[in-house]
């Protein structure tokens, strides 16, 4: 369930946002998640995108590293906060389309 999750997160957040995934210059995985995942196993069964191009690049704890610079420095907090009255949430659960695009990559490829 996981992979269907993930995957339909991804595809709805570019939908929402207007963005083609062939378009994005990277893709950073946050966390022990991103960190212990093997990418190309990943790609071959269906949970990143394979895009050409586009390399996947583990980042650690992200959320603490913010964290950190935010306590250490008056700019990054500053930047921190206009970011932040910047985004727009996306309530995925609530997408008419997530039910749809979720069980429709449930399954793993074969092979």
Partial sequence: MAKGAIVAGV????????????????????????????????????LLPNLPGVPVRPVGNAAGAGAQMCLLSR???????LLASEIEPVDLARHPDFQKVFTRNLAFPPG
């Fill in 11 to 46: 595809a709805l957040l570019c939908e929402t946002t207007g963005i083609d995934p062939s378009a994005l210059s990277e893709i950073l995985l946050s966390g022990a998640f991103g960190n212990y995942l093997d990418i190309a196993d990943a790609r071959r069964i269906g």
């Fill in 75 to 81: 700019e990054k907090r500053s930047e921190a906060w």
